[in-house]
């Protein structure tokens, strides 16, 4: 069963490529679905959220909440 990370501080439209980009290397995430009206991403797949938090962690994003 996937599960979905919801990420803010998203600022534009090249914020979730951005963090397309830092999730890249983190084993289990399968999509990222962004919506620029709540300037969230959300992470879906098996990725482990230490490991989303640390590719994350020199960026303004942060995780919200794991569904």
Known sequence: ???KILIKG???EK?????AQKLSNVDGVDKIEKNMDDMTATVIGNADIDEV????????????AVD
């Open 15 to 19: 914020c979730p490529i951005h963090i």
């Open 53 to 64: 938090r640390d590719a994350l962690s020199t960026t303004p994003f942060k995780i919200e």
């Open 10 to 12: 998203l600022r534009c």
């Open 1 to 3: 069963m996937s599960k």
